[in-house]
């Protein structure tokens, strides 16, 4: 046999409908097979020989995430609207009594997983003392939800994140999610970290409020009557006994309404709070939440920062980033300026968000970039700093290189990033605002400088 | 080169061409395929080139040797050698990281590293190979005289990535048959199978991998209860349309080049006991560890000893997918699983009527199955736990499971379950055809590959093992 004459037929007519589109103009875009490629059937690639292979298995077994390694892009601040935050960065640096510095980061669900939110955390608490864990919600309105150090189960809740808009009065407390529960409703927090000197319960003091009550390591700290004449945010402080690991907090009467619980710790250091929503969008701030609620609650937390971090969500409705968008934005930060004039205010832009085209190529959704641009000159407009989170990770097709990195640093919506990858991301927006903080404190060096300078020299004359 | 891409196609029709005219004399048509498995292997790496010829050979020289030499101890130590050999290279070239991984977590000392990891296609040829000295050894097979069929058997391309497993003595007889020829309903039914296996692969398998398997594994926590179990039977049926796309693409190719390979796949997931799963998926897999395994443990006449056996065939067989507790725990499931229904059998008899309707008994089977195959999926223990922890919170929300998601889910389960008549009236249809419309289907496949797919295609889940 020569050659098999009805397969052969049927390869050759084949091969002659997969070329027609290279003969026939009228049907010439519609190219299925690139004759191009198919060099590659004789491109072998040799094996790969390392150069330095323990350290190159080193890195891809543990990728270097560290905060040395970290790129710095700087932030955006012409306005230096980050000083009120450096200045009480720098009194905590210096131990001065009571010197908190309280960051609230506001974003979506990478934030409600703790990912980004934990290593900036942990750095800052490294660097310049540990203030306790700050704000968590009292149970998992996600599975996803977890903070760092906290180990959190709850039952009984009906829950209610702003983003569903359950809830007509707008009344969401500081995480911008709310806990009703009747009699039997309980939650349970372990901490890993067992110095915290007091815990704080916010809750929503109301008409036929019920009760709860707190128990540490199985010992009450005490119970709460929510009831009260006027409906009004509320928080309840208890100091906690050197060593408890379990709170335990409980509906014991009627109906409360809870929001969160604050742990601190009487030294001076950085509480930075991790307030995410898990399909969270900028309109959450900008209107879900009741504004003279959401102000009372972020009045009694008294942030030096605070830090709007959202985008990604929104990146793909075309239509909401160029005609809404900015004036969310815009909503959100007079909100936020209004309640608490003193703190300052970081626009963080979305990571990259990837998505896979027809060549199985990862690329960056269209609209991200001009949702970027956006952010980056509301902020400028607004005198609020800015951190280009998207360019300081790699800039377009980020999330594609981040995706084919051994091990992988995204998942496969291309959107999360997997903890090696959210590393990478809080050490980009540490080391920005360490080196901000740097420049901040060179500033008053000079200034101190110049003012000694004068000094002697009106001396001297 | 991957068995669905253009480039792996450029090659089998240029082997086809090649081949055909040059199989008139024997010799030459063995001597193109050689070149062919061995190109093939060439194009993962080039360190294949000196590691198959130098395994083969030994093998052959083993085979010879089990041919000549009569007394058993000669004979016992001969296919010893052979299992040394094939075992030591996977234990070398696939295993030796997890062991010394291993080695590390209990002695607390650090390991040398290790470089040499070629994994690809290391298990199915090691399998494959042993299946020649092994039938030797018990005298099932003869040698063969000829190194080249033996060399061209032993590589031969479709198989070695991902089976299907065949015996190497049914291979060469294939091989050394004369006057090969291809008849137009084979020649059509090869083409009919690469087809099919290519729209498996690409316009199932990837889009539920892509759409909602792979996000629900890395991030179970994002997802509802439903939404992860819906998750867990999509990933069923991905590793199904992918493993028999693949096989069907294997299965399709050595057609086209005049070998039959042995079916993979029946409708596994209509199986009403775990051992009429093992009947129906990954058969010759199956095939091989109760030949080549199973039957080689002691203890056969032994009350206990043959279900601690099942136990350990199947425990060994998860490890063979990969070195990984993961695919160990995999196997025990299904080890236990089969030594438990086995017994059940045994006590009630075979011919015993079932207590429950055999939809029943499919049902509760295939919820095992999909149960068995979150630890198969998942990269390590934490995440199989979380998995089972996601589903454990009974949050029933299908907000994630997009409408196009559902079809394809709805297609893919009717194409599982798709009577077998059925099958082959499509197929024998499509045979019957005229070359110009069979031409024209394989066209309107690739443009649907093209633009509905549109995802550029995964490597196949088992070249991975």
């Not at chain 2, 909602?212 to 890395?218: A, E, G, Q, S, T």
């Not at chain 2, 030594?339 to 008899?349: D, K, L």
């Not at chain 2, 499971?401 to 009236?425: C, D, M, N, T």
Request: with cysteine; charged share 15%; glycine share 8%.
């Amino acid at each position: 046999m020569l050659l098999p004459p009805k397969v052969t037929l049927t390869l050759l007519t084949l091969a002659a409908l997969l070329s027609a589109p290279d003969f026939i103009p009228v049907i010439k875009d519609y190219h299925v097979i690139d004759w191009t490629s198919f060099a590659k059937v004789v491109d072998f690639q040799p094996r790969i020989k390392s150069q330095n292979p323990i350290e190159e298995e080193q890195q891809r077994l543990k990728p270097d995430t560290s905060v040395e390694k970290a790129e710095v892009r700087p932030l955006i601040d012409p306005a230096n609207a980050l000083e009120p935050f450096f200045a009480s960065l720098y009194s905590t640096e210096r131990k001065d009594p009571g010197a908190v510095t309280r960051i609230l980061h506001y974003g979506d669900s990478p934030t409600t997983a703790d990912l980004i939110t934990a290593d900036v955390r942990f750095l800052f608490q490294k660097d310049f003392g540990d203030a306790g864990h700050g704000f968590a919600l009292v149970g998992k309105p996600w599975a996803w939800y977890g903070h760092r150090g906290l180990e959190i189960k709850s039952s009984g809740w009906k829950i209610e994140p702003a983003n569903t808009a359950e809830l007509k009065d707008g009344f969401y407390g500081l995480g911008a999610v709310s806990f009703r529960g009747s009699a039997g409703a309980q939650s349970r927090i372990i901490l890993k970290d067992a110095t915290h000197s007091s815990v704080e319960v916010s809750f929503l003091s109301q008409v036929e409020g019920g009760s709860f009550r707190l128990l540490a390591d199985g010992n009450e700290l005490g119970t709460v009557d929510t009831a009260s004449p006027v409906v009004t945010p509320s928080f309840q402080s208890f100091n906690l006994p050197f060593g408890v690991r379990e709170l335990q907090i409980s509906n014991v009467f009627g109906r409360v309404r809870l929001y969160g619980l604050r742990f601190s710790k009487s030294v001076p250091g950085v509480e930075y709070n991790s307030l995410g929503v898990n399909g969270a969008y900028i309109s959450i701030l900008a209107r879900m939440v009741d504004e003279q609620h959401w102000a009372d609650q972020l009045q009694h937390h008294r942030p030096n920062l605070v830090i709007i971090n959202y985008g990604t969500n929104e990146s793909v409705y075309t239509q909401f980033v160029d005609t809404a968008f900015e004036r969310e934005l815009l909503r959100t930060i007079a909100r936020v300026r209004k309640a608490v004039p003193q703190a300052a205010i970081l626009i963080m832009s979305p990571m990259d968000r990837g998505q896979k085209g027809s060549d199985g190529e990862i690329t960056t959704v269209p609209a991200l970039a001009r949702l970027v641009a956006i952010e980056q000159r509301v902020a400028a407009e607004k005198g609020c700093a800015f951190f280009n989170t998207f360019e300081a990770m790699g800039g377009p097709g980020t999330m594609g290189r981040w995706y084919h990195a051994e091990p992988r640093l995204v998942g496969a919506d291309f959107i999360h990033p997997m903890p090696g990858g959210a590393k990478i991301v809080g050490n980009l927006l540490y080391k920005s605002l360490q080196q901000g903080y740097r420049a901040h404190k060179l500033r008053i060096a000079k200034e101190k400088f110049a003012t000694i300078k004068g000094l002697s020299s009106t001396q001297a004359n | 080169m991957l068995l669905s891409s253009s480039t792996y196609f450029l090659f089998l029709s240029a082997l086809f061409f090649l081949y055909w005219p040059l199989s008139r004399w024997r010799a030459a048509g063995l001597a193109a395929l050689l070149f062919a498995n061995y190109f093939f292997y060439a194009k993962w790496d080039l360190f294949y080139l000196f590691l198959i010829p130098l395994c083969s050979t030994c093998d052959f020289a083993i085979g010879l040797g089990l041919g000549r030499f009569q007394r058993p101890a000669v004979r016992k130590l001969l296919v010893s050698l052979s299992l040394l050999l094939n075992l030591g290279m996977l234990a070398a070239f696939k295993y030796m990281p997890f062991i010394l991984e291993n080695f590390t977590r209990l002695s607390g000392r650090p390991a040398p590293l290790w470089q040499w990891t070629f994994p690809l296609g290391i298990s199915f040829y090691a399998f494959q190979s042993l299946t020649y000295t092994i039938d030797l050894y018990r005298k099932d097979a003869k040698p063969t005289q000829s190194l080249l069929a033996h060399l061209t058997a032993t590589s031969f391309f479709p198989t070695i990535l991902a089976g299907p497993i065949t015996r190497v003595p049914d291979l060469i007889k294939q091989f050394e048959k004369p006057n090969k020829s291809l008849d137009a309903a084979d020649g059509s039914r090869a083409l009919f199978l690469i087809g099919l296996g290519l729209l498996k692969k690409l316009l199932l398998a990837d889009y539920l991998a892509e759409n909602l398997v792979n996000r629900v594994f890395d991030f179970p926590g994002l997802y509802s209860s439903a939404e992860v179990l819906t998750g867990v039977y999509a990933y069923a049926l991905q590793l199904y349309f992918d493993f028999s796309g693949y096989t069907d693409v294997a299965i399709g190719s050595a057609l086209l080049l005049g070998i039959k390979l042995p079916q993979n796949f029946n409708m596994p997931y209509a199986a009403t006991n775990i051992n009429d799963f093992w009947r129906r998926w990954h058969i010759s897999l199956s095939n091989w560890l109760r030949d080549y395994l199973f039957f080689s443990l002691p203890g056969k006449r032994n009350a206990v000893m043959p279900y601690c056996n099942i136990i350990i065939t199947m425990a060994l067989g998860g490890l063979w997918h990969g070195a990984s507790w993961n695919f160990v725990i995999w196997g025990l499931l299904h080890g236990v699983a089969q030594a438990v229904a086995r017994g059940w059998q045994s006590w009630r008899g075979q011919k015993a009527t079932p207590f429950t309707p055999a939809w029943f008994r499919t049902f509760c089977t295939v919820q095992f199955v999909c149960f068995a195959w979150i630890f198969f999926r998942s990269t390590n223990l934490e995440q199989a736990g979380k998995i089972i922890d996601q589903l454990g919170e009974l949050t029933y929300s299908l907000d994630n499971v997009s409408r196009p998601l559902w079809i394809v889910l709805a297609i893919a389960i009717a194409g599982h379950y798709l009577p077998k008549s059925w099958f082959e009236q499509i197929r024998e249809t499509f045979v019957r055809s005229p070359f110009v419309v069979q031409a024209a289907a394989l066209m309107a496949l690739i443009v649907a590959i093209q633009y509905i797919a549109a995802t550029g295609a995964a490597p196949f889940i088992y070249t991975n093992f």
